[in-house]
């Protein structure tokens, strides 16, 4: 069903749901700022996949699936509202054509919420074997099976056009933490010419499947504030519907984290959402918010999840500690998630213990709805005109080890 | 909430749904036949925890947890009605300290229908090291660390007392396939001396945790029809509450199973439930339903589920095979659970083949799901006298290989 809206200065539009058997009208993506509390700022954003409310955590969903979570659970349990797929891993498997062949990654996977997909272009720096960076773009070798590939700015754009992400990334270069000024200057201007192939790229071809496919540039410049700013520069240049800063958490300091991702939305414009590539753990979460951040997504809450890191509104457990053996307290007292009330702490050390599946499925759940309750929370109280209080007290408790 | 029932002329008795904090009064387990068609039953089996529709299948949960299955997806997709502990895993972790604590399995694990254990006979014989078998027990060796155990009838029986579970199985020596007669018949008379050892340890103690535990003999006897005879006829004079065939599905041939089921079947009380342990393949479960068989355990579903291997209505998947690759279609049009429609073949081969978490527990999933509506199914047109019919139109289509 589709409705005229008129959302801001830049247009009418129609706001459009999507729904499998009935596409409808196309929109460019829309950001609309709600309430703002300092540098923070409670938002939305609207994609033909539907609203996301901002400040927003994005699960990791890097080969078409969060790990160890189903989709119901991803939204009944998290209340996940846009997921990320990684277009490095899903070029390699599935690939395109099987991709295309199901409708996009939406239909495939079967989540028809939002979908943002990185470009893919931190994979090739870090896992793929003998890459070569060239002007026309990277020669790389699978990590998988060794076969050789090339990923220009080009061919990323139309990988992500049959992936079919909501918000895809431009296809950027990522220099290794530390890097000296001159390595880190070349890098970015790289990456901003191929920004421009991007954005010309996507610009001839269409949306694959009916809905729009919006463009997210990102700010690179490693921690050089010179190259920062004129990255940040460049960027809002082009008056993209959103911007990404990258090459941040990368091993820096983490005052020197914050500090460059307060220098870049200095700079960046406030009317479209700014997203934090990468970030962060719940801590990083508050402060950058703080700093004017709308989206985040990280690893962290599945990956230390699988790992027996709980992240609780209580502070940090490691749940394979003794200590835990016969706590049959809930996962979670102040978490309101099904699964965070319902399992105790002592039977999830038993199922990390015991090696058992189902502790990582609990662990992956519990982090990723306790990170969905802050940015909810966060927001909350950004509408609220409270979150500087709640984020003093938030800090210290989260990041306490039980 | 208790109500009084006549169930049977065994005598009046409260029948009572155990709740958190209102644990009703005890009853003895009770088994009702509804209807039979040839050899097969249609009944329910009453517990303290809740009834049981027969015939019925009993996902294995080893220790503490059906193997990627949440305790939700269980009831809500599955529809388990009852599942399996092993005594010798919970044993092992979290052990019975953990679980006196926690007040019995079912508390420590969040389920609140019919759990059965297994005595960890098999366990012992199969998976531990350094195994002496004794009059009084058997010497064993932990898998885990190598740390020393005895297992006896009376410490099996403390064991499982402890856990908690509603039906609780003898202690049993089980003999490999093949054995000669000779060991087959000293190794039938030990689990008969043991079996009344277990009788009499668990009538001078009490039920742990407010709610009747009922002991479940088993006939063992290898493949030699005068001891298989013998021991049915011994197992039958105790008058249990209910009696299982331990001992098949061990590397003989399928005939042979099938033959020894039948004998058994036609020994063992037909006012008592019928537990065929460790059987089997959906088509074996037909076949034995229609030998008398009312309860059947095994860890195909889920053990194959995790390598590929998917039992569907249209018949068997191996779902890396690359025909798969494009299959859009569903898991399995003809089975009524949410997931086996809602994720296509394509995306469960992709999540095989890329060793994604989730395609283990779609297909432990679907493939629980799929036991659990074959035997209602059963029931079903054992309830309407069609179950010949059925079987034989079954047949065939489960075992094709698509």
New interface residues.
Partial sequence: MAKIADIGPDSVRFVCMWKKDDICKMAVLAFNIESESGKARAGNIQTDHGTIQTPIFMPVGT???V??????QLKLDVQAQIILGNTYHLYL??GT??LE??GGLH????WDRPILTDSGGYQVFSLAANRKIKEEGVIFQSHIDGSKHLFSPESVMDIQRSIGADIIMAFDECPPYPSDHNYAKKSMELTHRWLTRCFDRLAETPDKYGYTQNLFPIVQGSTFKDLRTASCEFIASKNAVGNAIGGLSVGEPIEMMYEFTDLCCSILPANKPRYLMGVGTPWNLLECIDLGIDMFDCVMPTRNGRNGMLFTTQGVINIRNKKW??D?SPIDIGLPS??SQ???K??MR??F??G???G???ASIHNLSFYLWLVGEARKHILQNTFTAFKQQMLPILQQRL
């Fill in positions: 080969v078409g699936s790990k160890a979570v189903t989709q119901q498997r599935p054509e099987v062949a199901a239909q495939f996977m079967g053996e016969k049959f099904e699964p319902y399992y105790s002592a039977y038993h199922l213990v015991a058992e599946i189902l990582l499925q609990l």
